[in-house]
């Protein structure tokens, strides 16, 4: 595997609610914590320290709009997290072949016993 796997990065994306608050910002464009909040089941505080984290990790950014900031999904970033995660993704069918091709392999020298 080329890429080095980024800890925070799937950190931040492990949890349910930053994904969902990430499909949410996907699908409209942008959101603030208020529009956020009042679309998932956590509190306005909850969702500007997600916001928080998937800033620091690169996948949001935020600009002024008045009182509040405005998200966006960093579409560049989202894409490279994706890449990276089809690399693990590819890394880990090969051991799982691996591990299958063994496995035969036993089966047939117990069964030719």
Known sequence: MSAVVDDELWSAVGDPTR???L???????????????ERLPV??????????VLDRV????????????QFR??????????AQLAEVGAAWDARLQRI??????IARESQSR
């Open 100 to 105: 299958r091709r063994i496995a035969e392999t």
């Open 58 to 69: 690169g996948l949001v950014h935020a600009t002024a709009a008045g009182r509040e900031r």
């Open 19 to 21: 994904r969902r608050m």
């Open 73 to 82: 999904v960093d579409q560049a970033r989202l894409a490279r997290a994706v």
């Open 43 to 52: 509190t306005r505080q909850a969702v500007a320290k997600h916001l928080a």
């Open 23 to 37: 499909d949410l910002l996907l699908a409209e464009g942008s959101g603030t914590a208020t529009s956020l909040a």
